[in-house]
Structure formats: structure tokens, C-alpha cells
């Protein structure tokens, strides 16, 4: 019987600054990923990374907000998704990171881009990109969780909600705000139910990203302030003063005739309702960030209010009270500082903080940056110091390929995202877990497939013509050493590190007197010094920067975008192919790795795409499938180990295109295993002349990736087969006779 279980997960967060929330009982950190939502505890000791991924939602998850009632209920994690439903995630008392869905909230027709939650009034409130703003009553009746719509807002004047707040005021009534594409942001107060447009706040002079509401200053009793971040590029608090005797007029200038800019207004708004009044006044004006304003958040901490501001400027600011002059000052600054801006996109810019975020107790801090990496900030009590440690990262579009070293000691992967990623088993101690390494190539095309040569070389091909050869730099093989037990017995001669030029597409490798001339000299040698020392994985500062793999090669030939690579187990031959519609470009090339020329005439058996390359294990053999839904087998020549010769073929092998195949161990024949969109995988013998397949396994969605384990456990074969919905089983198959004998589907995966 074969059993699995989920040893690590990459995923990288998704671009939008309401889809991540920090739970202050459990200590939990939800965000979206894709369509999924990831679950991970930053402050965890053991430092585990992400600990759970849920499924549910079929697009982008956009809103992520964790629900606490104060009734002894479950608690929830609420998220919202592009595909226009709410989806509730009942959190699970024994286990934290077990999740399961108890209920979906569908009603709004377009994405649903925010949420927030009146948590003692168990009100739910959710705006959409179809102009609306919607509000939820959730009661948890009998152990069953009920929902029901209250009441559904129009903005008006149309404005797609971004962002929204909500709080109780008085006794029993609501108040919200809601911003968005507008540069205004829109009051509404009263009753559940019957929640009313009472004010606008103007001011800001572009789209408003975030609100974020909170009690004020001890002294001021009542009162809620809120802060809201604009594109505009400033922040602005407005204070809500509550006052039962309030008559002043429903637009009153507090500063009389004096005629100030519209952005500095103290206009003072009259909110009603049939039980209170309050005034509306603008409090302060925050300046200091440079780029668009994401996300503030407010935080309550040994009874000090501060506000936590994420920019496009890719800085954190931490922004204070000043009780003696009443001005609110930014007391810190986290991220990357202006000397490292204005490089190549590769190692310049960290493209914004899309999300920051305030832990429970204050002590941290996280940001969401452009690579979809988490930072996290420690605060340094002996020091009076913010300490970075190690976050999460994964890539944030499609993984297209991935690629084991061929002595299985770390993990390569590339995707859509124009990244490739190398991930290894951190050994701490007694304690172990995965954690990404390097970030060995960031391309200006998108990544298609990938493959290792031996364990110090990986060829890569993308959306370009051509394919690019890497060797591993000696800093990343030391790191690997100390923090992994990995070995190279020939470290002492790697390059020490890669770079890229400003203005440049190929990793350069760094050399100690700088003779390629167009390395920054500041920068010669840095990627060594930076991680010769560290005994844990780089931070997301230093993988993007320091850990690039210098370019050795480059590999032509190819008429359109590279769509299969496969090395071979001795490291001599590299095969490729490429896009195609036609038979003159449906070939597969080979390059011989000792001088990097390509021999030729290169293969034919296809008339379009090939999609798959796999040699088999004694490199005997090279297996190729194709969009044209036929299999081909090429030999190689005993004589000359350079030379292929097609062997077999079988041109009606599936109904639909094939999509991935893999070999079997040899010890079981000259097997192997093709995965179609036709819901098929079926087992081949090469020795079979009659070209049908010995086995058949029928999966439930369109096969999209197979592979099988190399070695054969007590005459089982162990075959991973993933379908284009996502699910991922492993069969256990019976060597003597192909047939299926057990079954195990990956949960969630």
C-alpha cells in the first residue's frame, strides 16, 4: 500500500493588498495564492514554513479576512476570490492548519475584491467589482453555520470598492467606509439592514487602496480614527467623534473663511443615526512614502496607537503619536534602502510591498513584495533594533517545470513568472525543512521547462528561441554545504558567483579582478561575501540578488519558443524542442554537452509540438510525445553514443494530445507511460510490435503530468499521475502483471 504525505510547499502570494490577514488568537497567517489559500505561522520556531494550502476557489483568491466571534464558536477564515463567491473556512480547534469549507456566499457578479468583519455583531461585510457592496449576518445555530444577505449597497456615484471598513457605533449600529476607484471615500451608518450613505470624505487626488479603522487616543474617549492610503501616495486620518448633542450643520468649514487647498480641508461631516451623532474631521496628513500606498493597519501595542503603512516604494513605515507637539511621525523604516534602486529588474527593485501586516503582539511585521516572497521583520528588544528573518516564498504564476539534481539533493523549479527557484532540505539541529536556496535565473521571458545536467549544471529554455546553460557558483555550493550536508568534491573550481549588468539579459559570473569590464565594481564579489558566513537560508533580499547562477551557454538552433528539454543521466546529450505547427520545426535537436555543438540532422517523428523529452534510465533510449497525440522511441547507436535512431513510434496512441510520458525501472523491460488529455495513461512495451498498450489507468480530469518512481518496491512500481484539476494520486502497479493493485489520492494537493 503507497502513503504520502505533503513534506513542503511553495507558494507565492498573490498581488492584491486584501488578500492576506494575521489572526491574533491562533497566530496564523492566511494569504492567497492562485486560486488556493496558503496557511503559515511567521513567528513559528521551528521556522516550518507554509503548513497548509486550501482549495476551493477556482480563480485568484483577492480577500482574506479571519473572523473571531465572541461567542464560544469555531472560529473561521473567510476568503474572497475572482470567481465571484465568499467562501468559509471552518478552522479546526485541534489543528490549526486543518481547515474544511462550511459554507459559500455567492451574489455578488463580479470578483470580489475586499472584505472586512464586525466580529462581536457577526457581520460580514464584502465589496465587488461589480460596484456593490454587500453585508452578511453569520450565526452559528445547532453546530451548523447559517448565513443570510442583509443588505445589499449601490455606490453612487459608481465606484468599484477596493477597500472597506467596518465598526460598531453606539448600541447597536454599524458604520462603513468604503473606497476605491474613486478618490473619495463614501460613509454609510445605521442599523443592520438599513445602512445609509450619510458622508463623503474628499482629499485624496487618486484610487484609495486602504482603510483602516480603530479607537483613538485614550484621552479622546469614543472617538475611531481612520486611516486611509491612496495612490495619491499619502495617508490620511479622520477622526469620528461621537457626540449625542451634536447640531452643527451637515458641511461645516471648521476654519471659517480661510480658503485652504482642497487636500487640506477640515470640512466637518454630520453622520446620524437613531441612536447617536458624530462629526467627521480630518485629523492629519501622513507624508514620507514616495510610490502608491497599499496597505495601513493599525495596532494597539503596550497601550501605544501606531500605524503600519506598505508602499509601492517598497518600504514598511511605522508611524507614532507624538503626544507633545499632537504630530504623527514616521519612527521607522523598513525595506530596501534608495542606493539599490534603479538596477536591472532582476536584482534591482523589490517592485513594491503589496501587503504589511502587524503580528499579534506587535513584536513583527511582514510584507508581500513583487516576487511573491514574504519578509518578515523581528523587533530587536536589547538592540532597539527590527531584525529580518526568514519568510516564505514560491513562485506567483504557473510552475512549468521542475527538475531533481540527479543525486536527488535539491529540487529545481521554473514557471511563467520568469523565475527559476532551487529548493533543498535545511538540516537545524536536530529539526528539518524545506526552504528555497537560490534563485538561480530571473528571465525576461517566461520560463517553459528545465532540466539538471549532473549536479552542478541545469539547461533552461522560455519563450525565446534559444536555451541557456548554467553552472552553479561556488557561493551557493558552500551555502548548500553548511546548511543542507550537501558535498562537491570539485567546489574549488566554480565560478565564486553571478551577476547581471545593468541594462543586461545574462547572468555574468563574477570574477576577482572584474575583467568582463560591465559588473558594477561595488558589486564584484559581494554574492560571495554575503552568504559566506550564513548558516540558514538566504532572505528574500539576498535570494534576489545573490544567489543567480552565472550563464556558461547558450543553445540555438530552434525556430519558436522551447517546449522540452531533457539532459541525460551521464550528462553528454541535451535534447530540445520547440514549439511547432509544421513537421519542418517539430524536431528534437541534440547538443553534445563537451563542446556544445549540436548534432545533426536533428530527429523527426512529429508534426507538431513535442511536449515531453524523457531519457531512460541507462540512457539507452530517448521517448518523446507530442501534441500530435503520437509517442516516438529513439535509440541511441552503440558505436557512436552520439548518434539516436528512431526505434518506434505509434502515430494514433491517444485520442487527444499528449501531454507527459516517463519510463518505468528497467528492471521490468523497456516500459514506459504516456499521459494524454484524453483522461488516459497507458503502459507501453517497446518490445510489443502490435502497438497496443499492456495497461490502461482511467483518472477522472485530463492527464497533464506523470512520472514514476526509479526504483521498483517489492515488485510495485510507484506511478505519480496529475490531472489538470489539480489532484495528484500515486497507484501502486504491479510489475509482473501492469495492473493497478492500490490507489492513494493526495489530499488538497
Known amino acids: 500500500m503507497v502513503h504520502a504525505h505533503a513534506e513542503y510547499v511553495a507558494a507565492g502570494g498573490n498581488r492584491h493588498p486584501a488578500a492576506a490577514d494575521w489572526d491574533f488568537e491562533t497566530g496564523l497567517l492566511a494569504y492567497g495564492s492562485d486560486s488556493n489559500v496558503a496557511l503559515w505561522k511567521p513567528v513559528d520556531q521551528h521556522l516550518n514554513g507554509i503548513s497548509a494550502l486550501l482549495s476551493g476557489h477556482t480563480d485568484d483568491v483577492t480577500a482574506v479576512k479571519f473572523f473571531n466571534p465572541a461567542e464560544e464558536w469555531p472560529n473561521l477564515l473567510v476568503s474572497g476570490s475572482v470567481d465571484r463567491t465568499i467562501r468559509l473556512w471552518q478552522i479546526d480547534p485541534m489543528s490549526y492548519d486543518a481547515c474544511s469549507t462550511v459554507g459559500v456566499l455567492e451574489g455578488h457578479a463580479s470578483s470580489v475584491n475586499c472584505i472586512d468583519i464586525l466580529h462581536e455583531r457577526q457581520v460580514l461585510a464584502s465589496g465587488s467589482a461589480d460596484a456593490t457592496i454587500k453585508i452578511w449576518q453569520v450565526n452559528f445555530v445547532n453546530h451548523q453555520w447559517d448565513t443570510r444577505l442583509l443588505q445589499t449597497i449601490h455606490t453612487k456615484p459608481k465606484c468599484l470598492p477596493l477597500t472597506i471598513a467596518l465598526s460598531a457605533l453606539g448600541a447597536g449600529d454599524l458604520f462603513l467606509a468604503a473606497a476605491g476607484t474613486k478618490a473619495d471615500i463614501y460613509v454609510y451608518a ?341 552568504l559566506q558566513d550564513q548558516s540558514h537560508p538566504p532572505i528574500e533580499d539576498d535570494l534576489a540578488r545573490h544567489t543567480l547562477w552565472p550563464e556558461s551557454e547558450k543553445l540555438y538552433g530552434h525556430g519558436y519558443e522551447i517546449s522540452a528539454v531533457a539532459a541525460s543521466h551521464d550528462g553528454q546529450i541535451v535534447a530540445t524542442a520547440c514549439k511547432a505547427s509544421s513537421l519542418d520545426h517539430a524536431v528534437i535537436r541534440l547538443f553534445e554537452t563537451e563542446g556544445w555543438r549540436e548534432r545533426k540532422p536533428p530527429l523527426t517523428a512529429h508534426s507538431l509540438t513535442v511536449t515531453s523529452l524523457r531519457f531512460s534510465s541507462d540512457d539507452g533510449y530517448l521517448l518523446s510525445t507530442g501534441r500530435d497525440r503520437q509517442w516516438a522511441v529513439f535509440r541511441r547507436d552503440d558505436a557512436d553514443r552520439q548518434t539516436f535512431r528512431l526505434e518506434a513510434k505509434n502515430s494514433k496512441a491517444h485520442s487527444r494530445m499528449i501531454l507527459s510520458a516517463c519510463w518505468a525501472p528497467c528492471a521490468g523491460g523497456r516500459i514506459f507511460v504516456t499521459a494524454s488529455r484524453d483522461k488516459t495513461c497507458k503502459f507501453w512495451d517497446l518490445q510489443n510490435s502490435e502497438g497496443q498498450p499492456i495497461s490502461t489507468i482511467t483518472a477522472s480530469a485530463p492527464v497533464t503530468a506523470v512520472d514514476a518512481l526509479p526504483l521498483a518496491v517489492q515488485g510495485m512500481l510507484a506511478l505519480a499521475v496529475a490531472t489538470e484539476r489539480g489532484d495528484l494520486t500515486i497507484y501502486g502497479v504491479d510489475q509482473a502483471a501492469w495492473v493497478v493493485k492500490s490507489c492513494y489520492e493526495l489530499q488538497d494537493s
Open 190 to 530: 445605521g442599523c443592520k439592514g438599513s445602512v445609509k450613505h450619510q458622508a463623503t470624505l474628499s482629499g485624496h487626488e487618486g484610487w484609495i487602496r486602504s482603510l483602516a479603522i480603530t479607537a483613538g487616543h485614550d484621552q479622546q474617549g469614543g472617538d475611531l480614527l481612520l486611516a486611509s492610503g491612496s495612490q495619491d501616495k499619502y495617508i490620511r486620518l479622520w477622526r469620528f467623534h461621537v457626540s449625542p448633542g451634536y447640531t452643527g450643520n451637515k458641511d461645516q468649514d471648521v476654519k471659517g473663511s480661510i480658503d485652504l487647498e482642497s487636500f487640506l480641508s477640515n470640512k466637518t461631516h454630520k453622520l446620524e443615526t437613531p441612536t447617536i451623532s458624530c462629526s467627521i474631521t480630518f485629523e492629519a496628513l501622513l507624508l514620507g512614502h514616495d510610490d502608491w500606498i497599499y496597505t495601513v493597519q493599525w495596532k494597539k501595542s503596550a497601550g501605544r496607537l501606531r500605524l503600519l503603512s506598505a508602499s509601492a516604494d517598497s518600504s514598511l513605515a511605522m508611524w507614532d503619536h507624538d503626544e507633545g507637539s499632537g504630530v504623527w511621525v514616521c519612527t521607522t523604516r523598513l525595506g530596501e534602502i534608495s542606493a539599490l534602486k534603479g538596477s536591472t529588474t532582476a536584482t534591482g527593485s523589490m517592485g513594491g510591498f503589496w501587503v504589511g501586516l502587524w503580528s499579534p503582539n506587535g513584536q513583527s511585521v511582514v510584507s508581500l513584495g513583487r516576487t511573491g516572497s514574504w519578509r518578515v521583520w523581528n523587533h530587536d528588544g536589547d538592540h532597539q533594533r527590527w531584525v529580518q528573518g526568514l519568510g516564505v516564498s514560491g513562485h506567483t504564476k504557473s510552475v512549468m517545470g521542475i527538475a531533481w539534481a540527479k543525486n536527488g539533493s535539491y529540487l529545481l523549479s521554473t514557471g511563467s513568472d520568469q523565475t527559476t527557484r532551487l529548493h533543498a532540505e535545511w538540516i537545524d539541529g536536530q529539526h528539518r525543512s524545506w526552504r528555497e536556496f537560490g534563485r538561480p535565473q530571473i528571465h525576461g521571458y517566461d520560463l517553459n521547462c528545465i532540466d539538471t545536467i549532473g549536479d552542478l549544471r541545469f539547461v533552461s529554455g522560455a519563450d525565446e528561441k534559444l536555451l541557456r546553460v548554467f553552472d552553479k557558483p561556488k557561493a551557493t555550493a558552500q551555502l548548500l554545504r553548511r546548511c543542507c550536508g550537501i558535498k562537491h568534491v570539485i567546489e574549488g573550481e566554480l565560478p565564486p558567483a553571478a551577476n547581471v549588468p545593468v541594462l543586461g539579459l545574462s547572468n555574468k559570473a563574477v570574477v576577482g579582478d572584474n575583467r568582463l569590464g560591465d559588473i558594477p565594481p561595488h558589486t564584484t564579489g559581494l554574492e560571495e561575501m554575503v
